[in-house]
């Protein structure tokens, strides 16, 4: 029998000392009524919450866990480093082979730098951006997520409009959009954001269109700006390489973060030699940001994703868990598709424009031990197997049999509501 009352107690004294309870993209607010809040703990692709309900999670700690949690070849990397020590008056030997690793990886990149989450990743991008030739304008896809600070974040509250005074927003995949922002730029240009396709939450994913990303390329390199591919959440469920390799249109910078060390706290912003100058005048830093064991975790991590078939085996059981899924939908009589790549999809119901049925089937599935998301894009990972697919279809299939039973009585999702009043 399924119980929350560990999680309900935790909330009640969270609402006390931390603000509203939770913040940020991990407030369990915006998921399904009975989605838990708090967790004990996670293995391969199993997550626990606190009060023992098990599940295969499609999450993946919002994109980090990209091996299973505790993969215990990270977790020997970590376990020896920490050992030696870990926050200390300087980085070790791991920062520069990290670097190395990364290059060697990375086709577009001579050089890395480390930090800590995606967000400080593309506020360098940024920086760089002006640092580069003095210029100010950036050009940011509307609705795109590029971190929490206040030149991006999704909500109002604490920012000015000076912060976002010289961001300019275009459509994504609309080289003509871009071609008209780079004139709004007015010889002004210092860069141009893109991610590596569109995956923005609560809209159906899109591949990035080529045509879009060389017209990316070509005004960056006629306006003398920089080109930067934001692959934080994307980075290693696509390719071994930037995202955009997939295309063949090289960036001069490209952010990262989330995958690179299995869930350890690390993010890198890389780039080309023509940034190279204008990133190594910036000051920027952080008191976490040369700890070793997120670096050694990374170096295992990226050992890892060259030497196996990790990213192969992800894609196979992606479109094992897409083709079911789909195949259930349709035959249930309520279809939904899996837009976006088959590592990193996104679930939206066909028919279904306050999202109610998305929530209440993540529902349904969440109470059968399935953890998705009716909002934002899911993820795999490499410790998921065709049995565990299999698993998750036999739950969702119980859970399109409640749906169908209960459908007249289905009411759109307060956190949906909230949002749309916002
Ligand atoms: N860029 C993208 C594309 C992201 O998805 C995210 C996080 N979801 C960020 C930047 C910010 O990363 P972080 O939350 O680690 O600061």
Redesign the pocket.
């Known amino acids: 029998m399924r119980s929350s009352a560990e999680d309900r107690a935790l909330r009640e004294r969270a609402e006390k000392v931390i603000p509203g309870g939770m913040y940020g993209?991990l407030s369990a607010r915006m998921m399904p009524e009975g989605f838990p809040q708090f967790f004990a703990g996670g293995k391969g692709t199993r997550l626990t919450d606190v009060d023992g309900n098990i599940y295969i999670d499609f999450m993946c700690a919002?994109?980090p866990n990209l091996l299973g949690y505790r993969d215990p070849q990270v977790e020997a990397a970590v376990a020896a480093q920490l050992a030696l020590g870990d926050t200390l008056t300087g980085p070790g030997p791991a920062m520069v082979e990290l670097a190395e690793a990364m290059v060697s990886m990375v086709s577009h990149a001579d050089w890395a730098m480390f930090c800590?989450?995606?967000?400080?990743?593309?506020m360098m991008a940024l920086m760089t951006a002006r640092a580069y030739r003095g210029k100010r304008k950036v050009l940011v896809a509307r609705n795109?997520?590029?971190?929490?600070m206040p030149w991006n974040t999704p909500k109002p509250a604490g920012v000015l409009a000076e912060d976002r005074a010289h961001v300019i927003y275009y459509d994504y995949n609309d080289a003509q959009a871009l071609e008209d922002a780079v004139k709004q730029a007015d010889g002004d240009l210092a860069g141009i954001f893109a991610?590596p396709f569109r995956?923005d939450t609560f809209a159906r994913q899109a591949p990035v269109d080529p045509e879009y990303a060389r017209a990316a390329r070509r005004l960056a390199d006629d306006y003398d700006a920089l080109l930067i591919v934001?692959?934080?959440?994307?980075g290693l469920r696509v390719a071994r390489d930037c995202s955009w390799s997939e295309v063949g249109v090289q960036p001069d910078l490209s952010?990262w973060?989330?995958v690179l060390g299995n869930g350890q706290p690390i993010?890198a912003l890389m780039g080309n030699d023509r940034a190279r100058e204008a990133s190594a005048k910036l000051y920027v830093t952080g008191s976490f940001w040369y700890s070793a064991v997120p670096m050694v975790a990374a170096l295992e991590t990226l050992r890892i994703v060259r030497e196996t078939d990790y990213l192969e085996r992800m894609q196979h059981v992606g479109t094992l868990f897409r083709d079911g899924l789909q195949a259930q939908s349709a035959a249930a009589g309520m279809p939904l598709t899996l837009t976006g790549p088959v590592t990193m999809p996104i679930l939206m119901f066909d028919e279904d424009p306050d999202f109610r049925l998305g929530y209440a089937f993540c529902r349904e599935a969440m109470l059968r031990g399935i953890y998705l998301s009716p909002f934002h894009n899911m993820f795999m990972n490499a410790a998921m197997t065709p049995a565990d697919i299999a698993e998750v279809l036999s739950a969702t299939a119980d859970s399109f049999e409640a749906l169908k039973t209960n459908r007249d009585s289905i009411t759109p999702a307060p956190a949906v509501l909230a949002l749309m009043g916002d």
Do not use: P, Q
């Open positions: 993209h919002y994109g800590k989450n995606g967000g400080d990743a593309t795109a997520y590029h971190g929490a991610s995956h934001d692959d934080v959440r994307a952010s973060g989330k993010s």
